[in-house]
């Protein structure tokens, strides 16, 4: 059912979901795939083993629910697709612009031109709408068939999204929801239609109908007969058998799928920065000897990490020669003050490293560029850390620790270094064994409280406000074939369990935090020959023990999205 699309005046348009009549046949996500994802349906099989595709790109997926009623057990199907929010979490995070919202009609759509392939936007909506095309080298998702609604050589009547068209018992409706006298306003207002997530803020403009207390009646007609085939009868999902993988990845299954672009970015340019704050940080109280060699050692140290921690982000990036667009988001995006932040700090260490290695000064003019490169590699740090902190959708990055352990991480990399160029120059002062004692205490105690936070902080989202309150605690979500594992399960997807994760974490605080502090400290009053060893283990051991950390940022890491596959908490 549809009202017509082409009103002159403002628009939402959106779709609601009757979830009474809907019987799960899947008709609208096969369609929609078929005519707007780009795929062939080979990985789709109603009947047998269904082999996972993490490549497949499902604009319109349809989950099974079990839930318990006053009449006993009943199934409800729920179709999911972008819900085109209002203020969209997908546009705040996009460093490129590629998405954005239409002003005249509401319809969030990607600009693909644009679209770098970031993930940011898959990370950032709650309701795993956005999946990547690597045919496409760009993120998709819904954009309610806006080449269709919009095609005036249609009749009115058949401008609708295929989802719509296709629904062989019109379980789907489309039109503009700001008009009060619409059939979608009014099918809202009369059944008690609902947003999803709502205390999220995005306000998703598509509603849900909740389905009633007794099962719809159907007119089963032979012509649609094969689509009331019942989805309730659970598939078995077979995921794909890789017996080449090497030891580490059958070990620790979880490797193959992190997004180590993204791992070895945070962790390299949080140690060049670190450095560079503490080589600035010295030099502008003259704290330390502007001795030439140790300068062209520990800048030129910083900034090869840093060039190689960018440019593993930018070879991550589907479209990488278009890198150069998140310089343009700056007003409204994490992302692009990183980029700005991070060019700006490079800039300044270089020319901070002309005085302090070509003139051997750091007084005066070099004293202010050295603030100025404190300013702006600690600024690249922040916006890091703000990247992940603002998205909501993930419970474990959206809390102030996330910022404060980043910060701590990047500090602690860089003055562990810092004191292995002192020692190996000779320039080594109490000073910076107690900057690093400090540090490594601070480090410490915040990365403690975040590991006590997302061990003990409630429910972000529940599976109730996920599918609606008519979700019993109980329900149970059942697997179909347009619900196998999607883009965001493949990024975000906790895989390791929880002995393995206190295993790790154990790992990682000897890495990055015991072994440097011991290194760094108890040998300080022994010769050289026993110092400058432990100094150069120590280095090496927090660059191992912040991966391993970073991984485990990754890895428990609980997206919202993963509620409508079974998970109960997020």
């Not at 989950?63 to 203020?87: D, Q």
């Not at 007969?225 to 794909?240: D, G, K, T």
């Not at 979500?477 to 965001?488: G, M, Q």
Request: glycine share 8%; proline share 6%; with cysteine.
């Amino acid at each position: 059912m549809t009202d017509d699309p082409l009103d002159p005046k403002v628009q939402k348009l959106g779709i609601v979901t009757d979830l009474h009549s809907c019987v799960g046949c899947e008709a609208c996500a096969l369609h929609c795939k078929e005519t707007k994802a780009g795929e062939p349906l080979s990985d789709f099989g109603r009947k047998g083993p269904i082999p996972i595709e993490p490549s497949s790109v499902w604009h319109n997926r349809v989950h099974s629910i079990e839930y318990s009623t006053n009449t006993g057990e009943r199934f409800a199907y729920f179709p999911r697709s972008c819900l085109h929010c209002e203020r969209p979490a997908c546009e705040e995070v996009c460093p490129t612009g590629a998405v954005f919202k239409r002003s005249d009609d509401g319809i969030v759509i990607i600009n693909e031109n644009f679209c770098i392939g970031c993930n940011l936007c898959a990370w950032a909506c709650p309701y795993g709408a956005l999946e990547f095309n690597p045919s496409a080298g760009s993120m998709q998702k819904c954009d309610m068939c806006v080449d269709i609604i919009y095609d005036d050589d249609l009749p009115s009547s058949e401008r609708m999204p295929v989802c719509i068209s296709s629904c062989p018992i019109n379980a789907r409706h489309f039109g503009d929801l700001n008009d009060p006298g619409s059939d979608v306003s009014k099918l809202v207002e009369k059944r008690g239609g609902y947003e999803l997530m709502s205390e999220l803020g995005y306000k998703p403009t598509n509603s849900y109908l909740p389905p009633d207390s007794l099962p719809p009646q159907i007119d089963q007609k032979n012509d649609i007969q094969a689509f009331l085939e019942p989805v309730s009868r659970a598939q078995e999902i077979v995921p794909i058998q890789k017996s080449s993988d090497p030891f580490l990845l059958r070990r620790f299954p979880g490797l193959r799928e992190v997004p180590w672009p993204q791992i070895l970015h945070s962790t390299l340019t949080g140690c060049g920065f670190g450095i560079l704050i503490w080589m600035s940080f010295f030099a502008f109280f003259s704290a330390v000897e502007p001795n030439r060699m140790f300068g062209l050692a520990s800048f030129g140290l910083a900034l090869a990490i840093i060039s190689l921690g960018t440019w593993t982000s930018i070879i991550g990036l589907s479209k990488p020669k278009l890198f150069w667009i998140t310089f343009t988001q700056w007003k409204t995006n994490w992302g692009s003050r990183h980029a700005i932040m991070s060019l700006a700090s490079i800039l300044a260490a270089i020319v901070f490293a002309v005085g302090w290695v070509g003139f051997g000064d750091y007084g005066n003019f070099w004293r202010l560029i050295s603030g100025l490169t404190v300013f702006f590699a600690m600024g690249a740090i922040v916006s890091t850390a703000m990247t992940y902190a603002s998205i909501r959708t993930i419970r474990a990055w959206f809390n102030p620790h996330t910022i404060r352990v980043m910060i701590c991480m990047g500090l602690w990399t860089g003055v562990v270094w810092f004191n292995m160029f002192a020692q190996l120059f000779g320039l080594h002062t109490p000073v910076i064994g107690i900057i690093l004692i400090i540090t490594g205490i601070a480090t410490l105690i915040f990365k403690r409280k975040y590991w006590i936070f997302i061990d003990r902080s409630p429910t972000w989202v529940s599976p109730e406000s996920a599918f609606g309150s008519w979700s019993s605690e109980s329900a149970k979500v059942r697997a179909t074939a347009t619900t196998l594992e999607n883009y965001i399960h493949h990024q975000l997807g906790p895989t390791s369990d929880r002995k393995q994760i206190e295993k790790l974490r154990r790992r990682s605080f000897l890495l990055y935090l015991l072994v440097p502090f011991c290194a760094c400290t108890m040998p300080v009053e022994m010769d050289f020959w026993i110092r400058m060893p432990a100094a150069i283990l120590a280095s090496t051991s927090v660059i191992a023990g912040v991966l391993v950390e970073r991984w485990l940022f990754f890895t428990e890491a609980k997206h919202t999205a993963m509620l409508y596959y079974g998970k109960q908490s997020s």
